[in-house]
C-alpha cells in the first residue's frame, strides 16, 4: 500500500521524468500534479491516497470486461511461458495469432476476412490509409488519393491519423492536415447543427454533404471516406437513421472505399459485436482496438474485406509494411480470451437487451435537470450536453468550461466521466452491474447540481 510520502515522492519523480499523453503539464503542477492510480478491480480503480473511483470510462473505452480478470491474466501468464514473442514477418505467424485473426472472421461482419494486426487504434488507421493508398495504386487508379473524413472525428495522433481527424484542436501544434491529404464534412451532429431539420432530414443533409464533396474534388480524386460508427472522443454523437445508409450508397456509387474506425464502438458497446451492424454499415475496412483486449494489452487490428484481400494478395507482392509487435502472441492470447469471455458471459446481448437500455434509461433521466440540453447515446456509450440556455442551446462558454467544472466534481466525488468541449461521456464496463449505474448516474446527477450551485443557476434543486 502506497503512503503519503510514496505519492509525494511519485510526483516529483512523474514531474522530472514523465511527459504525459493529452495533458497540460504546467496546468497540472499547479492544480498539485498528477493523480498516481494503482490498483483496480471490477469497475472501480484506486489512487495512491487510498481513494476508490468508480471508472465510468472503462479506461480509455477499453477495459470492457472491468479490472483484475483472471481469467485475461492467466492467458498472457501461459503465452508468456510458452512463446513470448515471435513475429508476423518474412512467412511465420505465432499459433495464437492465426487463431485470433480466425475468431475475428467470425465475429466481423460478412466479407471481412483478413485482419493485420497493429499495438494501438492510431496505427490501424495509419496502416488502413496506406493499405487504401496501395489498393488503388494496384487497381491502376493511382489519382484516387483523397481521404474524406469528418468534423469532430477522432482517429488516432500520427501525422497522418491526426490529420485525418476532424476535432481542430489536433491540428496546430504539428502544423496539420496534411496537405492535399483530407477533405473533411459536416458532422451528423443533429443538436448542434440540426437548426430546424427534423433528425432524419438531417442525418440526409449530412450523407449528401459526402456527396457533394466528392463531386467537388472529382470521384476520380476520392480514394476513401473514414467515419466512426458513433462518435467517440468527439462527442458520442449517435446519427439519425438515415444518415449511414445514404453513405453507403454514395460510396458504392462513386467507388470510394468506407472504413469503419469501430475502435470505440466494436466488440458490444453499442449492443451489437459491431457498431457497423447496428446502423447498417458495409466497410472495406474495419478499424479495432481497445475493447479488442479490454485494454490489458497494447493491441489492435484493421479488418480488411474479401474484395480488396484479393487484390492484395494477388497483385501486391510483398507488402512493405509491419510492426515489430505486429500481432504479438501475449497481446493476441489476451485479446483471444476476452473475445471467447465476451461470448461465453453473452455481453453483446447483455448491452443490447439488458444494461444498455437500463443504462440509457437512466441517463435520460438527466434531461430534467437544468444544465443539461440533451442526452444521448446507445448501448454502454451515452453523453450529457451542458447548456446554459435549453431553449436556446446556448453554451456556457469556453472561459466557463462548464463541462470540466462537473468533471471536477465527478472526480472530487468518487466516479469518472470525461469531459470534451460541452460534453460529459459515460463510457462503462461492459460488466457493470445495475446497482453501479446506479452509483455513477445517481452522484453524476449530485455534481451536475453542485457545479448548477458554482454557476448561479437559480432552478436547480433545493434538496441537492
Ligand atoms: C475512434 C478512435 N479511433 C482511433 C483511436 C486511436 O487509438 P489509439 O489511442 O489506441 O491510438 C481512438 C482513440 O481513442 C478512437 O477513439
Known amino acids: 500500500m502506497s503512503t503519503p510520502a510514496d505519492t509525494i515522492d511519485m510526483r516529483e519523480l512523474d514531474r522530472l521524468h514523465h511527459l504525459h499523453a493529452f495533458t497540460d503539464s504546467k496546468a497540472m503542477q499547479q492544480d498539485g500534479g498528477t493523480r498516481v492510480i494503482t490498483k483496480a478491480e471490477g469497475v472501480y480503480v484506486w489512487d495512491s491516497e487510498g481513494n476508490r473511483f468508480l471508472d465510468g470510462m472503462a479506461g480509455l473505452w477499453c477495459v470492457s470486461l472491468g479490472y483484475g480478470r483472471k481469467e485475461l491474466i492467466e492467458a498472457a501468464q501461459q503465452q508468456l511461458s510458452q512463446l513470448p514473442y515471435y513475429n508476423t514477418f518474412f512467412n511465420?505467424?505465432?499459433?495464437?495469432?492465426?487463431?485470433?485473426?480466425?475468431?475475428?472472421?467470425?465475429?466481423?461482419?460478412?466479407?471481412?476476412?483478413?485482419?493485420?494486426?497493429?499495438?494501438?487504434?492510431?496505427?490501424?488507421?495509419?496502416?488502413?490509409?496506406?493499405?487504401?493508398?496501395?489498393?488503388?495504386?494496384?487497381?491502376?487508379?493511382?489519382?484516387?488519393?483523397?481521404?474524406?473524413?469528418?468534423?469532430?472525428?477522432?482517429?488516432?495522433?500520427?501525422?497522418?491519423?491526426?490529420?485525418?481527424?476532424?476535432?481542430?484542436?489536433?491540428?496546430?501544434?504539428?502544423?496539420?492536415?496534411?496537405?492535399?491529404?483530407?477533405?473533411?464534412?459536416?458532422?451528423?451532429?443533429?443538436?448542434?447543427?440540426?437548426?430546424?431539420?427534423?433528425?432524419?432530414?438531417?442525418?440526409?443533409?449530412?450523407?449528401?454533404?459526402?456527396?457533394?464533396?466528392?463531386?467537388?474534388?472529382?470521384?476520380?480524386?476520392?480514394?476513401?471516406?473514414?467515419?466512426?460508427?458513433?462518435?467517440?472522443?468527439?462527442?458520442?454523437?449517435?446519427?439519425?437513421?438515415?444518415?449511414?445508409?445514404?453513405?453507403?450508397?454514395?460510396c458504392q456509387k462513386y467507388d470510394v472505399l468506407l472504413c469503419a474506425d469501430e475502435v470505440v464502438c466494436g466488440?458490444?458497446?453499442?449492443?451489437?459485436?459491431?457498431?457497423?451492424?447496428?446502423?447498417?454499415?458495409?466497410?472495406?475496412?474495419?478499424?479495432?482496438?481497445?475493447?479488442?483486449?479490454?485494454?490489458?494489452?497494447?493491441?489492435?487490428?484493421?479488418?480488411?474485406?474479401?474484395?480488396?484481400?484479393?487484390?492484395?494478395?494477388?497483385?501486391?507482392?510483398?507488402?512493405?509494411?509491419?510492426?515489430?509487435?505486429?500481432?504479438?502472441?501475449?497481446?493476441?492470447a489476451v485479446a483471444l480470451r476476452n473475445l471467447q469471455i465476451i461470448e461465453e458471459e453473452n455481453l453483446v446481448k447483455r448491452v443490447r437487451e439488458d444494461i444498455g437500455p437500463y443504462f440509457q434509461q437512466k441517463l435520460g433521466g438527466l434531461l430534467d435537470h437544468p444544465l443539461v440540453g440533451e442526452v444521448r447515446g446507445i448501448g454502454l456509450l451515452g453523453a450529457v450536453e451542458i447548456v446554459k440556455d435549453k431553449r436556446t442551446r446556448e453554451t456556457w462558454g469556453p472561459e466557463i468550461r462548464a463541462a470540466f467544472k462537473v468533471r471536477g466534481h465527478c472526480f472530487a466525488n468518487s466516479i469518472i466521466m470525461r469531459a470534451a468541449r460541452d460534453c460529459l461521456y459515460a463510457s462503462p464496463p461492459l460488466v457493470i452491474s445495475k446497482t453501479e449505474v446506479d452509483e455513477l448516474l445517481g452522484t453524476f446527477r449530485q455534481c451536475l447540481d453542485l457545479t448548477a450551485r458554482d454557476l448561479g443557476v437559480s432552478d436547480f434543486r433545493k434538496d441537492a
Open 92 to 250: 511465420c505467424s505465432p499459433e495464437v495469432t492465426i487463431r485470433l485473426a480466425a475468431k475475428l472472421a467470425e465475429q466481423t461482419p460478412e466479407g471481412i476476412t483478413q485482419f493485420f494486426f497493429c499495438n494501438s487504434g492510431s496505427e490501424a488507421n495509419d496502416s488502413i490509409i496506406k493499405l487504401v493508398r496501395l489498393y488503388w495504386n494496384l487497381m491502376r487508379q493511382p489519382r484516387k488519393k483523397m481521404f474524406i473524413a469528418r468534423h469532430y472525428a477522432y482517429h488516432g495522433v500520427t501525422v497522418a491519423t491526426a490529420s485525418i481527424s476532424g476535432l481542430t484542436d489536433m491540428h496546430p501544434q504539428w502544423d496539420l492536415p496534411l496537405p492535399n491529404f483530407v477533405s473533411h464534412v459536416d458532422a451528423p451532429y443533429w443538436y448542434k447543427h440540426g437548426g430546424d431539420l427534423t433528425p432524419d432530414e438531417f442525418g440526409i443533409q449530412c450523407a449528401r454533404a459526402l456527396e457533394n464533396r466528392i463531386l467537388e474534388l472529382g470521384p476520380e480524386t476520392v480514394a476513401a471516406f473514414i467515419g466512426e460508427p458513433v462518435y467517440g472522443a468527439g462527442g458520442v454523437m449517435v446519427p439519425p437513421p438515415t444518415y449511414w445508409p445514404e453513405v453507403v450508397r454514395i
Open 267 to 332: 466488440f458490444g458497446r453499442t449492443g451489437q459485436w459491431f457498431g457497423s451492424q447496428t446502423f447498417g454499415i458495409k466497410p472495406d475496412f474495419m478499424t479495432m482496438g481497445k475493447g479488442l483486449s479490454s485494454g490489458y494489452m497494447p493491441i489492435s487490428a484493421v479488418g480488411v474485406h474479401e474484395r480488396i484481400a484479393k487484390v492484395l494478395r494477388e497483385k501486391a507482392g510483398e507488402i512493405v509494411h509491419g510492426f515489430t509487435y505486429s500481432g504479438h502472441p501475449v497481446a493476441a
